[in-house]
C-alpha cells in the first residue's frame, strides 16, 4: 500500500508544484482595491496558466480510460485487494472533515488578519460557483453506472468525496499560494490523504479517486476562469458612468440578491 499511496501523492505533488508556479507571479500584484465599484478588478488575477491545465485533465483522462483499457482497469482490482488484505477492517470519517479543512483554514486565516487573493465576497462567491461545477460534474455517477468496491450501489465513478477535497484544495492555492507555497502544500496534503482514504474505506476504486481529483481541480479552475466576466457582467458602469452593481446577500439566516445603482 505504501507504494499506493506514494503515487497518488506523486500525483497530487506535481498539480501543486504547478499550482504555486502559477500563482506566484501574483507576489508583486498591487494591493487589491476595496471598493465595490471596481469589485471586477479583484479577480483580474485569477486566470491560470494554459499549461496548468493539463495535469487535472491528464488524471480525468486516466479515470475514465479504466473503463476501457484492461490493464488501467486491473490496476484498480489490484489496489483493491492490497487493501482487503492490509487493512480488511478500517472504519474512520476522518475523510469527511478532511475535505473541507482548506475551506476552513481559507476563513480561518481570513479571520485572524491574513488576506488572500480576493475579498470575502468574490471569494465566497468563487466557492460556491466550483462546487456548483462539481455539483454537475458529479451527475456522471448516474451515467456510469459503476458499481462500489464494498458492491452496495452503482455510483462509484467518480468520487465525490475526493472532487471535493482537491476543489477546496486548488481554492486555498489560488487564495494563498501567492503568499507561500506552503499553503498549497497543506491543502493538496489533506486532499492527497482524504482520497487514500477513500480507497481504504472501499467506497471507490483507485480510477474513481484519480478522476475525482482531477475534476476537483478543473471545477475551481473553470470558476476562476469565468468568475471574472460574471462579476464584470454583475457590476459595470452604464453610457453616463453611473456604477450598477448586483451582489449575493446572506442576512439572518436567508440568502438573498441586492441592487444598487448609482444616481
Known amino acids: 500500500m505504501k507504494k499506493i499511496v506514494f503515487a497518488l501523492l506523486c ?33 483580474k488575477h485569477s ?11 491528464a488524471l480525468v483522462g486516466y479515470g475514465f480510460s479504466s473503463f476501457i483499457i484492461t490493464p488501467v482497469r486491473n490496476v484498480d482490482y489490484y489496489v483493491r485487494a492490497r487493501i482487503a488484505r492490509s487493512d480488511p477492517n478500517y472504519n474512520s470519517k476522518v ?25 470575502f465576497v468574490d471569494r465566497t462567491a468563487l466557492l460556491v460557483l466550483s462546487g456548483g461545477i462539481l455539483t454537475a460534474v458529479d451527475g456522471l455517477k448516474f451515467i456510469t453506472h459503476r458499481q462500489r468496491p464494498y458492491g452496495n450501489d452503482k455510483l462509484s465513478f467518480p468520487s465525490g468525496h475526493t472532487g471535493a477535497a482537491f476543489l477546496t484544495a486548488e481554492f486555498m492555492a489560488q487564495e494563498f499560494s501567492g503568499k507561500s507555497e506552503w499553503y498549497g502544500v497543506v491543502a493538496y496534503t489533506c486532499a492527497a490523504t482524504t482520497g487514500v482514504l477513500r480507497l481504504y474505506a472501499r467506497d471507490h476504486w483507485f480510477s474513481d479517486v484519480v478522476a475525482g481529483a482531477g475534476f476537483g481541480i478543473l471545477s ?38 441586492s441592487f444598487a445603482m448609482q444616481l
Open 11 to 43: 500525483m497530487i505533488a506535481f498539480e501543486t508544484s504547478a499550482q504555486v508556479a502559477d500563482t506566484s507571479k501574483n507576489r508583486q500584484a498591487a494591493p487589491i482595491k476595496k471598493d465595490l465599484a471596481t469589485a471586477p478588478d479583484t479577480v
Open 47 to 57: 486566470h491560470s496558466k494554459g499549461w496548468t491545465w493539463i495535469p487535472p485533465a
Open 220 to 257: 475551481t479552475k473553470a470558476a476562476y476562469f469565468v468568475y471574472p466576466y460574471i462579476r464584470n457582467a454583475l457590476t459595470h458602469k452604464d453610457k453616463n458612468g453611473r456604477s450598477t452593481m448586483i451582489m449575493p446577500t446572506y442576512q439572518y439566516g436567508a440568502p438573498g440578491v
Open 95 to 119: 475523510a469527511d472533515y478532511l475535505q473541507v479543512a482548506p475551506v476552513v483554514l481559507v476563513y480561518g486565516l481570513n479571520l485572524a488578519g491574513v488576506e488572500g487573493k480576493n475579498r
